[in-house]
Every structure is written in C-alpha cells, then in structure tokens.
C-alpha cells in the first residue's frame, strides 16, 4: 500500500490561483503521477498527468491556466492553477501509477471557486 498525501485547496474567488501538492511514499517504480477531479454530479476527470520521464498531459479545458510539475526524487507532484473558474470547483484527487500498473488514489482536497 502506497500512500498519497494531499496539500492545498480551498475557497477562492474566480480569477486566483491555488496550489495542489501530492507526495507519495515510496518511489521505487513510480511512473505516473496525476491529478483527477470530480464536480458534484459528475464523473472523475482527468485533469493533469506526468510521467517519470517528464511528459504531461492536460484536459482541454485547463490548458495555458494549470501547470503540472514534479520532483521526481522526492516523488511530489504539484498543480499550479490559475485564473481559477467556477467550473473547476470540485474534489481534486492526486493518481500514482506504477510501472507494475498498480494505482493508488489519494484521499482527495477540495477546491472551491466563488464566481
């Protein structure tokens, strides 16, 4: 068992910005990390990924406002999100993956966009 400790979140007005920060435990064999949400009514989404060697990967809808970045040593993994919109008001959840393609999921942050 892999645990994800989740950071950040929390109300903010339309238009700030917020930073999520996920660490994982062990690091040995860790491919993926990402961050998921999931609005009130809807299914989780993928928000933002990257993989050991550096690829990313955003939803369309937050390209050129979120930026995903890791420390690959210490296995911590950050979402920068700006000019934040009532549409990404949700339960953010840190992924990890390994290259066994075992998954884990951390417990999830809230984050609140007040328009």
């Known amino acids: 068992q892999v645990q994800l400790v989740e950071s950040g979140g929390g109300l903010v007005q339309a238009g700030e910005s917020v930073t999520l920060s996920c660490s994982a435990a062990r690091t040995f064999n860790l491919n993926i990390m990402a961050w998921y949400r999931q609005a009130p009514g809807k299914e989780r989404e993928l928000v933002a990924s990257?993989?050991?060697?550096?690829?990313?990967n955003y939803a369309d809808s937050v390209k050129g406002r979120f930026t995903i970045s890791r420390n690959v040593a210490r296995n911590i993994v950050s979402l920068q999100m700006n000019d934040l919109k009532p549409d990404d008001t949700g339960i953010y959840y840190c992924f990890a993956q390994f290259y066994t393609g075992v998954t884990y999921w951390g417990q999830g942050t809230q984050v609140t966009v007040s328009s």
């Open positions: 990257t993989t050991r060697r550096g690829s990313t």
